[in-house]
């Protein structure tokens, strides 16, 4: 085996942050307790009703304790002041069975960086000092850029410091309610089936919520909603809503345990793909409109920068500079060299560069063969077809480039229906054309094929949620099923693109489904021998009230990111929690017992998830990296080049670039796109402290590298495959397909 010889990355840390620190000055202070000691939620509510209580003071939660600060020429509230207000937003917004709580002042509190940065929130959440920017208007849906900003903590030389993430984002806004949205809608006289499951924004303060569940009718609640309305916009929809209204129920967050009443006049529905399409609105257009470019986002951030540096100094708080790569170098990571320049190793112990994985694949074959095809004889892979398309719409030009491919890549194929007669159904999907697929589906049976190809009509997109279901979901499970793996070719694609470019994106990704590996890594990783991709899929069928069903599933891979096996949880579960039973049972000892393992979690560990890991890595003498992977949320990072004529522009970062917030949290840059798409979205990581403890560049170099496994595609994922696939599993599940245990990637 030779290596590679590839050339460094030149470490240029010429780069930006939209996190900027924070200073304290002199504060004006009080800091008080509640007895019973309040949780996380209710801490939450009670300090966000706090701020909007009294004018110029603002008041954070941070575990048990209340913290307020008021402008610094300003007289704070009396205990008693403190007392009346508690009284009243307890009556106001909380049910009678809530604790009656009790007052008490604290004496000498301390501000921590955290509290300090959630401080600076809460003032420009009260304050509002940002503009907001309309770039979009028609069809009652408006696009407008708004500030996102959110606290933050950044750990330089050892020390934790106050800072604030502060983003410009485009907002899509439906210019109406939701019962302008109900009445002009063809679901109307069956409101739960539209309703339940929907994502709605509350009309006073834009918050983003769920709806959950029907709970009557204005006319049953409308004295409770009216004492509880606290914006002038609710109380006059609720003042002048019709008594046969229905009042629905909402959740704010996914882990929130409490459901809000809402009069339907009070919220709006988010515009998603599938609202654009009941409003008849162009989403494309939309979507287009709420891309910023880069010469746009550096203003935004200059001009928001500026509102936050007046509204933060009256109460003590200096707004500084924003992380970069010349004041802060010590904080940005960047590879070793470009990620693409990564050598990967083929069969015959061939090594070519990520970017050159065709090439590697023709030199060497696939790295590991499938027991099915090893051997002196070389069973050839059985290709079989079922074309859904009209006549004249014939794929034989591509499955012969399948079969010259398969051979350029070192296998043989066997086409198995060649004669298959082609049968015109109209609709297929009437019951008549779901019979006849049915028959035809099970004619493929009987000639075993591993592989099937189907090429669907375009339509068929986004119909999972239809009555009959969409014919890609109805063939995908009928297929794994039986352990035949498919590949799905929709109508335009094979209108639009040439059978080999079809092909030179899908062979790797051909292959790994039938259980071959196509490439590992050349160089094994040395933070894990093992790891985990873990994450639990949600239900979003809309026809379901209360809590919603969640399933899990987990991938395994090795040091050099060699697949080792895949599998789902037999049941579904409450919430987004995965019970201890569930873990043990998806992490079996086998591959794990006195290993190394860093387990990613799509999203935050949830409940008791960490110590049910911990206690299962003890049982099985291993070590368990714990490390959560957020991809909403995440602060955006920018290439600074050298200034060109006095002037320094924002450009796209490096793919790769990392931001390291403290020695267990870090984002990182996993994708790089054309402007014309957009600007790259990070993922953030972080290392759960109670697990076994890594260098956090261990795990970015990891996650990256980790990216370039996905075989099913040339251009590399954001997130790290493991996790993919978990996702993959854990939907099907909810799909109705289980997968107890399989070798191969059928999910590419």
């Given amino acids: 085996m030779i290596a590679l010889a590839v050339q460094p990355l030149v470490q240029d840390k010429n780069c930006l942050s939209e996190i900027f620190l924070l200073k304290e000055e002199e504060l004006n202070l009080v800091s008080f307790r509640l007895s019973p000691r309040t949780d996380r939620e209710d801490g939450l509510r009670l300090s966000y009703r706090f701020s909007r209580h009294f004018p110029d003071v603002a008041v954070v939660w941070k575990e048990g304790l209340f913290f307020g600060i008021a402008k610094q020429a300003q007289v704070l ?28 002042r604290s004496l000498n509190p301390q501000v921590t960086p955290d509290i300090l940065a959630e401080f600076a929130e809460q003032i420009l959440s009260v304050s509002q000092p940002f503009k907001l920017k309309i770039v979009l208007s028609e069809q009652r849906v408006e696009v407008k850029r708004k500030a996102d900003f959110g606290a933050e903590t950044v750990e330089i030389a050892n020390t934790l410091q106050p800072a604030l993430a502060l983003s410009p984002h485009s907002r899509m806004t439906f210019q109406g309610t939701l019962n302008d949205f109900l009445a002009n809608h063809p679901y109307r006289q069956n409101p739960e089936k539209l309703l339940v499951g929907l994502k709605v924004e509350t009309l006073d303060t834009d918050s983003t919520a ?47 345990k409490r459901l809000y009443p809402y009069a339907m006049a009070a919220l709006r529905p988010c515009v998603t793909a599938e609202t654009a399409n009941q409003l008849d609105i162009d989403f494309g257009s939309l979507l287009e409109a709420t891309k910023i470019r880069y010469s746009e986002r550096q203003a935004l951030l200059k001009e928001y920068s500026t509102a936050a540096k007046q509204a933060l100094p009256p109460y003590g708080i200096q707004f500084l500079k924003a992380l970069n790569g010349k004041e802060n170098s010590d904080l940005f990571w960047l590879p070793d060299r470009q990620i693409e320049q990564t050598p990967i190793l083929f069969g015959k112990g061939v090594q070519e560069t990520y970017s050159s994985i065709l090439k590697g694949l023709a030199k060497g074959s696939v790295y590991q063969r499938h027991r099915d095809y090893q051997g002196l004889d070389n069973r050839p892979i059985r290709v079989a077809v079922l074309n859904l398309l009209n006549p004249e719409m014939r794929a034989d030009r591509l499955i012969q480039q399948v079969k010259q491919q398969t051979e350029r890549y070192g296998f043989k194929s066997l086409h198995l229906n060649p004669e298959a007669e082609e049968i015109l159904v109209e609709d297929w999907s009437s019951p008549e054309g779901r019979a006849v697929l049915e028959e035809r589906l099970d004619d493929l049976m009987v000639v075993k094929p591993d592989i099937v190809f189907v090429f669907l009509p375009q339509n068929d997109r986004g119909s999972d949620d239809t009555d009959s279901g969409s014919l890609y979901h109805r063939i995908y499970s009928k297929l794994l099923r039986r352990q035949i793996a498919s590949q799905f070719i929709y109508e335009d694609t094979l209108r639009g693109v040439e059978a080999r470019y079809i092909l030179n994106q899908v062979m790797p990704g051909l292959l790994a489904k039938l259980g071959n590996i196509p490439f590992v890594l050349a160089t094994p990783l040395q933070v894990a021998d093992v790891f985990i991709g873990l994450d639990v899929a949600r239900s979003k069928k809309k026809r379901l009230s209360g809590s919603m069903n969640a399933c899990a599933g987990v991938c395994l891979y090795g040091s050099q990111g060699e697949f080792i096996r895949a599998k789902s949880e037999d049941a579904a579960i409450e919430g987004e929690e995965i019970p201890q039973r569930f873990l043990e049972a998806l992490l079996s000892t086998g591959e794990l017992r006195g290993k190394t393992v860093l387990i990613y979690r799509d999203g935050r560990f949830c409940g008791d998830e960490v110590t049910h890991l911990l206690n299962w890595a003890r049982a099985i003498q291993s070590r368990f990296i714990l490390v959560e992977c957020r991809k909403s949320g995440t602060s955006r990072l920018y290439n600074l080049p050298q200034a060109v004529s006095g002037l320094r522009s924002i450009t796209a970062p490096t793919r790769g670039l990392g931001l390291k917030l403290s020695q267990n949290e870090a984002i990182l840059v996993t994708t790089q796109v054309v402007e014309r798409i957009g600007v790259p979205r990070p993922i953030r990581l972080t290392v759960r402290p109670e697990g076994h403890q890594v260098l956090i560049e261990q795990v970015l170099d990891a996650t990256l590298k980790m990216t370039l496994l996905h075989h099913g595609a040339l251009k590399p994922p954001r997130l790290p495959m493991l996790l993919h696939g978990a996702d993959r599993l854990a939907d099907l599940r909810l799909n109705g397909v289980y997968v107890p245990e399989c070798d191969r990637q059928f999910w590419l």
């Fill in 77 to 104: 509230p009396t205990e008693t002041e403190w007392a009346e207000a508690l009284a009243y937003i307890r009556r106001e917004f909380f049910e009678p069975s809530d604790p009656e709580w009790r007052l008490q």
């Fill in 210 to 256: 769920t709806i959950e569940e029907i709970v009557g009718t204005i006319a049953e609640h409308r004295s409770t909603l009216l004492a509880k309305a606290s914006g002038a916009i609710s109380r006059k929809a609720l003042e002048e809503a019709p008594d046969d209204q229905p009042v629905v129920a909402v959740r704010f967050g996914q882990n929130s």
